[in-house]
Every structure is written in C-alpha cells, then in structure tokens.
T-cell receptor, first 119, second 119 residues
Framework: GAVVSQHPSRVICKSGTSVKIECRSL??????MFWYRQFPKQSLMLMAT?????????EQGVEKDKFLINHASLTLSTLTVTSAHPEDSSFYIC???????????????FGPGTRLTVL | AQTVTQSQPEMSVQEAETVTLSCTYD???????LFWYKQPPSRQMILVIR??????QNATENRFSVNFQKAAKSFSLKISDSQLGDAAMYFC????????????????FGKGTLLTVNP
C-alpha cells in the first residue's frame, strides 16, 4: 500500500510554455501533499505544502505565481510551472501524507519524481 | 528553524562490510522524529528507518540501525553486511512532532551522503 504516482515521469518543453505535473495517492487519501525540487547531486528543497481545499503554503523564495499548486481532491495535487524557462529544469518530487491517524506520526510517501527539461 | 547536517558528502564501503553515516541536527524542540531516506539511481525516495525522539531505544530495521544521541543531537545510520543494492544517496531528515508555525509537519533534509559499495 501507500503508493504515490506522478505524471508525467519526464517532460521536455519549449521555453515560455506551461507544464502541469500531477501527483496522485493511489490507495489512500492525502489531506496534505508536499512539492519538492531537486537539482543534480543535491538535496530535496521543499517548494510548497498543499492542503486539500485550501491555498498552498509556499516556502520563502518560491514564486507562487510561477509554480501554481492545486489540491482539488484528497487524492490529487497538481503543480503547474508557468512560462517555463531553462533555469526551471529540474527534478520535481511530490509526497503525500495519509489523512488517517495523527499527522505528527504519519509518514510521507514519495512519488517517483518528474524530470522537467526546458529547452 | 531546524537544520540537519550531513558532514560526509561521499562514503564507500566494501561489500559485506559495515559503514556508518553521520548526521547531526539542531533544534530547540524536545519532541520530534528523525528519519533516514535512501534515494537510489531511480530517484525514488525510500524510507529506511525512523526514530521517535521520546524513545531511548535505538531503532533497527534488519541490517540498518541508528545510534541516536539526543543530548548530542546526533543520529547516525549503521549499515551492516553492506550489499551492492545499498549503493545510493542517503538523506537524514527531521520532522517536528508539532504543527508549530503552520509547518504542517514538513521534513527538513540534510544535503545527503552518496554511498558507494565496492564488490
């Protein structure tokens, strides 16, 4: 159990276009999902926390108008990179936390990631 | 704010030998969780082991064990009988047990240690 999927796994787009990445919890409901960005050989950097039915909370330095997050249901959160540029090329990872039980104890389950390349 | 420090960017170990990865953290909280995650070349984040700060007993999971020193704020990972499949990036992570400041129980990661296993 506790599977999180991401789609697409890999995307290449032209500069100036927008790209949407989906994160789904397949066998559990997730009140909270997290979006991370990871550059090569570096750690995961939290971009934002997504709560179902409410606005996302962005980390300091992350442009909310550039990285649009929507958490419309308990199993789906989307990250849209608007007007993408080459510097947005990175590996994007989502994670989801099961809504059952206490949030302080529950694990975050990670998706397999999406590699974005902006030409 | 909490910080997690992994002072070993890279480590190597011979197959079947034991290796210890270091992690220190800084926090003013008394109740929290600590984790070790493994990220193999596939980039999928995998939870290796977790430790509740209120537990004095060190967590163990088969060949993986931790040395948790709360007063010293140290949380090292020992891998026994290393296998080729253990080769990966290992991340130490911290999570508060309280939703202080609207943190949503987010994870704070160290920069990672790249483990190479030599046959």
């Amino acid at each position: 159990g506790a599977v999180v999927s991401q789609h697409p796994s890999r995307v290449i787009c032209k500069s100036g276009t927008s790209v949407k990445i989906e994160c789904r919890s397949l066998d559990f409901q997730a009140t909270t999902m997290f979006w991370y960005r990871q550059f090569p050989k570096q750690s995961l950097m939290l971009m934002a926390t997504s709560n179902e039915g409410s606005k996302a909370t962005y980390e300091q330095g992350v442009e909310k108008d550039k990285f649009l997050i929507n958490h419309a249901s308990l199993t789906l959160s989307t990250l849209t990179v608007t007007s993408a540029h080459p510097e947005d090329s990175s590996f994007y990872i989502c994670s989801a936390r099961d809504r059952r039980g206490h949030p302080s104890y529950n694990e975050q389950f990670f998706g397999p990631g999406t590699r974005l390349t902006v030409l | 704010a909490q910080t997690v420090t992994q002072s070993q960017p890279e480590m190597s170990v011979q197959e079947a030998e034991t290796v210890t990865l270091s992690c220190t953290y800084d926090t003013s909280e008394s109740d929290y969780y600590l984790f070790w995650y493994k990220q193999p070349p596939s980039r999928q984040m995998i939870l290796v082991i977790r430790q509740e700060a209120y537990k004095q007993q060190n967590a163990t999971e088969n060949r993986f064990s931790v040395n948790f020193q709360k007063a010293a704020k140290s949380f090292s990972l020992k891998i026994s009988d290393s296998q080729l499949g253990d080769a990966a990036m290992y991340f130490c992570a911290y999570r508060s047990a309280r939703n202080s400041g609207g943190s949503n129980y987010k994870l704070t990661f160290g920069k990672g240690t790249l483990l190479t296993v030599n046959p």
